[in-house]
């Protein structure tokens, strides 16, 4: 039959426990042997006896070196620890600050809906009016100056729109010019050559100037009168 399992508790007989003792430890050393040598670990090992006898070990028997490590990593791990408590005493403190502040927020916006004004004193009803009067002067005022920001920019649009209209129409009126001369120039050159040919067919007149016209001018007249005279005399020698 194996051995049934060790039942955990302090041995009452003096002599087994001393036994007991030694054997264990004698295997705790050479197991703390075995770690340090297998995964190349530092250890350290430290057993006090009963009667207050120290038993130690230590990787290449540097027990100071080890105990030093400890203590600086022990210390880091407690300010870790510390600082994590004050951490999380301060997001307590701050979310409490914001709570309220958020509290007070939501109150103010509420009055200033016109809801919850019943707990409101006379003094923070005149202040609540004056704020609200302050703030509709300067609701007003940027108002007021977003309107003059547009119109203004709407009448330099207007301007340019103007300005364009002015050169198309001075573009449309030129251009009105230009076909009523190309379309008036064919007729006037026609006129014109017409006029010519009729005026080379008539024969041109002359003009006589000296003695010869002279001359001649009593001659015409003398046979205009004689002309003249013929039907007359010969009217009157019939009726006789």
Not at 172 to 194: G, L, M
Request: proline fraction near 2%; charged fraction near 30%.
């Amino acid at each position: 039959m194996g051995r049934g399992r060790v039942q955990l508790k302090r041995i009452e007989n003096k002599i087994n426990r001393q036994v007991t003792f030694s054997k264990r430890r004698a295997g705790l050393l050479k197991k703390a042997h075995e770690i340090s040598v297998l995964c190349d670990a530092e250890v350290a090992l430290i057993v006090f006896s009963n009667k207050g006898k120290l038993f130690e070990y230590a990787t290449d028997s540097c027990m100071e070196k080890i105990l030093e490590r400890h203590e600086r990593y022990a210390y880091a791990e407690r300010q870790l620890v510390a600082n994590d408590s004050e951490t999380q005493g301060n997001w307590t403190i701050e979310y409490t600050r914001l709570k309220a502040k958020i509290d007070l927020l939501q109150r103010n916006h509420r009055h200033y809906m016109g809801e919850d004004l019943g707990s409101m004193s006379l003094k923070e009803l005149q202040s609540l009016e004056q704020q609200l009067d302050t703030a509709l002067k300067t609701i007003r005022t940027r108002r007021n100056q977003l309107m003059y920001e547009s119109i203004s920019e709407l009448q330099k649009k207007e301007k340019v729109i103007q300005e364009q209209n002015h050169m198309l129409a001075k573009k449309i009126k030129e251009k009105e010019k230009a076909n009523a001369a190309h379309q008036t120039a064919p007729w006037d050159q026609s006129n014109y050559r017409v006029d010519t040919s009729f005026l080379i067919q008539q024969p041109l007149p002359t003009l006589n100037m000296g003695v010869n016209h002279r001359q001649e001018a009593p001659e015409v007249g003398r046979n205009e009168l004689d002309l003249s005279l013929e039907p007359f005399y010969s009217c009157h020698l019939g009726c006789f």
